[in-house]
């Protein structure tokens, strides 16, 4: 009776598993289980040599020792999840390729023992990217001699150029595989080779091939024809269906002369070898070479004139279309997304396919969310070199603008037919399945399979915070200056039409701002805006009492004159988050250009500006009576939620963010209210006392100082050291923090000549 199915999931995707206590291998007592474990194990090493390539299997459902299913169609009951293709020579089967681990577990689950792989992968089906040589000995021929002959074989083809590549078979043989460039179709490469096998046999007389037993004698065969279009050899680190459950196993030229075996790997020892050896065929593409009797001509494909008749290549910077590298298919399977602020700011997406990248442009870009549809414009196929493309376009050229790479990586198909794709890209920050299909003239829609993992709108991002200079920094050509604007600093966010405006302690104060409360300020779909809120005198001089004032106005009738009579501005200076792309690795330079390219400016919304020589800024800075400026490290990367030395506040006073934790009573015109502030920071456990502060502010800022303060709890002293006016001191839950200047520090560690500057709840506090 058949055991009861379990469920797993492998990267993301859950799996049946069936009948796992079945015996595959009686005579190693082997278990579909363990099959399916060996599977999970060498899954990225076996998908390095099959992924993306037309699979034939042979199925042993009830072990080796039963019936075996040899078979190029897909299983009726094959998932959607498994990416499947016709083939131009085969329109009668739909064949299996697979690009995921969990591809590989469902292959084992399927009992699919041996695994078969083609010469040449989907996205340019008809040219070979390896040819295969098969040594097969006659049925009573000591393995010594194919080895040999592997190693005569190998001298003779790296003397014509190739690099050879040997594994066990797991049969009798072994087999030869040589990387070539992706230039030639099926029928030139089995020409180069037979006329090459030729020539070896005419110096090795036990070789021939001729595969009739009866015509080959007691002659080792050179079997050349598993590189005719549709035929397979089996795949590195597959099972074979043999008892003892040996290997197709890949090794080092110097571990083939140590070999008595073609099936001295199996199941239970290989694993043990892979923990303690690498990858043996690693980079095995990156070794490909010319067939040795062709020349190498790269035609350019006829789909990139119309690329080649809209540019001037004197006049732009983009790859012509004529620049063909050596290798243009080295751009299949893999894709780019670029930023392109052209005359509408949109992205491109790029797909490698047939040696062209097939383009598309996005107006909202990619979407985030399952189930979004995006308008997707197909534009002329693009040359395999644009990949790598980023630069400006001179205006009058024909996509004038600048263009950044957004994300770039490989595609994984799934589904690819004339009018309908559907794939998954997969980049340093994109791990995600589209369907790409065709509407009408070049109409498009996108359409995502998943949403993201993260939701910063959700989680929220927190602000960097950086530390403090009190001179410009010594290596001044590394940073970009700015002015240190004295206003309220806000994570601005942007979801399709919702906005909202988070402070430091993480409350939305877009009500309190109507003035930002306006979706088409940012261009893109989504963003998240790092800004400070100033309000100005008629100088330019920020005046952080006014926009504090702004935060505290309720009521739309007061909100709204307020927005009147004291107007804020959004100086915005960081770009943290761009429609799913979380920025904070990227430099700032290219954070900087992003913004820039994003935000739509005005009166009100503002850019901060960057200067490049220091100095100047900081003299006419300090001459304007302004706080302070800001050194940014050109290459520097963003922290979130933390102080980084890759920004550096540089104050004409030092200034130091302190705790409230209590007051000295009032007296005078301050009798009710208070006379100066405790200030202390945390420690460990223990508070350390910084002093008081009682200067920085008027009969009105103090009032509305003592309006939050006074409704604290009292508590005990929260600090050891004795202060001056202890008994008129109280002591409250320390829930404000305030920004003070000062000059220096005393001997007791106390501020010298502080002076309050502004005053904020504490991130988290309720």
């Keep these: 009776m058949p055991s009861k199915p379990i469920y797993t999931e492998v990267d993301g995707q859950r799996l049946k598993l069936t009948n796992l206590h079945k015996m595959l291998y009686p005579t190693k007592a082997l278990t579909k289980a363990e099959v399916i474990s ?12 099959i992924k993306n390539r037309p699979l034939t299997l042979i199925r042993f459902p009830d072990g080796v020792d039963g019936k075996r299913f040899y078979t190029k ?15 131009p020579w085969d329109e009668e089967n739909e064949y299996i390729h697979i690009n995921h681990n969990a591809h590989v577990v469902w292959l084992a689950n399927l009992a699919a023992l041996e695994i078969h792989t083609m010469n040449s992968s989907i996205s340019q089906i008809n040219l070979p990217d390896q040819f295969t040589i098969d040594l097969d000995p006659p049925e009573d021929a000591d393995f010594s001699v194919v080895k040999t002959l592997s190693l005569e074989l190998k001298e003779f083809l790296e003397q014509h150029g190739y690099q050879p590549f040997a594994k066990l078979s797991g049969g009798k043989g072994i087999h030869i595989i040589c ?5 030639w179709d099926y029928e030139v490469v089995v020409k180069s080779v037979k ?19 009866n015509k080959r004698k007691d002659k080792v065969l050179l079997d050349i024809y598993r590189n005719h279009p549709g035929n397979t050899t089996i795949a590195p680190y597959s099972l074979r269906g043999k008892p003892g459950a040996p290997i197709s196993m890949p090794l080092p030229w110097d571990a083939i002369e140590k070999m008595d075996s073609a099936q001295a790997y199996d199941l239970p020892n290989v694993l043990a070898y892979l923990k303690n050896n690498k990858d043996p065929w690693d980079g095995i593409f990156d070794q490909a070479t010319n067939l040795h009797d062709q020349e190498t001509k790269v035609a350019v494909p006829e789909s990139l004139n119309e690329y080649t008749e809209k540019r001037d290549f004197d006049k732009t ?40 990248l097939k383009s598309w442009a996005i107006p909202k870009g990619l979407p985030i969310s399952k189930g979004v549809k995006r308008l997707a414009i197909q534009t002329e196929d693009h040359p395999a070199k644009y990949i790598d493309f980023e630069g400006t376009i001179p205006k009058e050229e024909y996509g004038g603008g600048e263009m950044w790479i957004f994300e770039t990586g490989e595609i994984n198909w799934v589904k690819k037919s004339k009018g309908k794709y559907k794939f998954t890209l997969k980049g340093k920050h994109l791990n995600a399945t589209f369907s790409l299909y065709k509407m009408k003239n070049k109409e498009w829609i996108i359409e995502r399979s998943e949403s993201v993992l993260v ?28 002015i240190k604007w004295d206003g309220i600093r806000a994570l601005f966010y942007k979801k399709d039409k919702e906005v909202k405006l988070l402070s430091r302690s993480g409350r939305d104060i877009i009500d309190h701002f109507p003035e930002f409360k306006n979706d088409k300020h940012i261009k893109v779909q989504h963003a ?64 900087k250009a992003w913004l820039k390219a994003i935000m739509r400016t005005g009166d009100r919304i503002r850019i901060s500006h960057v200067f490049e020589n220091g100095q100047h800024i900081y003299d006419a800075a300090k001459a304007m009576g302004l706080e302070g400026i800001m050194a940014k490290t050109k290459n520097g990367h963003y922290f979130p939620g933390k102080r980084s030395d890759t920004w550096k506040k540089i104050k004409f006073r030092q200034t130091i963010d302190c705790y409230i934790i209590g007051f000295t009573k009032g007296k005078g015109d301050r009798v009710n209210l208070f006379g100066s502030l405790h200030l202390a920071n945390k420690e460990g456990d223990q508070w350390k006392y910084f ?52 000059a220096s520090y005393a001997s007791t560690g106390t501020l010298r000549e502080p002076v309050f500057i502004k005053m904020w709840k504490a991130y988290g506090m309720t």
């Design 38 to 49: 060996y599977a999970l194990e060498v899954a990225p090493l076996i998908l390095k040599y």
């Design 73 to 87: 169609n897909k299983p009726s009951w094959t998932p959607d999840w498994i990416p499947t293709t016709y083939l």
């Design 179 to 183: 990387p070539i460039k992706i230039q």
């Design 195 to 213: 006329s090459l096998m030729r020539d070896f046999i005419k110096t090795h007389s036990y070789t021939t091939l001729f595969v009739h037993k």
């Design 317 to 356: 910077g983009e790859p012509a279309g004529s620049d063909i590298e050596s290798n243009p298919h080295l751009v299949n399977n893999k894709f780019v997304i670029q930023l392109h602020r052209a005359t509408n700011l949109h992205y491109d997406l790029r797909l490698g396919v047939e040696g062209v």
């Design 455 to 482: 939701d910063y709108f959700k989680r929220g991002i927190k602000p960097m915070l950086a530390t403090s200079l009190s001179e410009l920094p010594k290596e001044k050509d590394n940073y970009l200056y700015e």
């Design 528 to 591: 998240i805006i790092d800004v400070e809120l100033v309000c100005l005198d008629p100088e330019g001089k920020p005046m952080f009492s006014d926009i504090i004032s702004r935060m505290h106005r309720l009521g739309k009738d007061n909100i709204a004159a307020a927005s009147k009579s004291k107007p804020a501005y959004m100086y915005a200076f960081d770009c943290l988050y761009l429609d799913g792309k979380v920025t904070h690795s990227y430099p700032l330079t290219k954070r």
């Design 691 to 742: 002093g008081k502060v009682g200067t920085g502010y008027d009969q009105k800022k103090m009032a509305e100082i003592w309006e939050k303060l006074n409704t604290l709890e009292r508590v005990k002293k929260p600090i050891k050291e004795s202060v001056d006016e202890e008994k008129k001191s109280e002591w409250i839950i320390p829930q404000f923090i305030c920004e003070v200047s000062y």
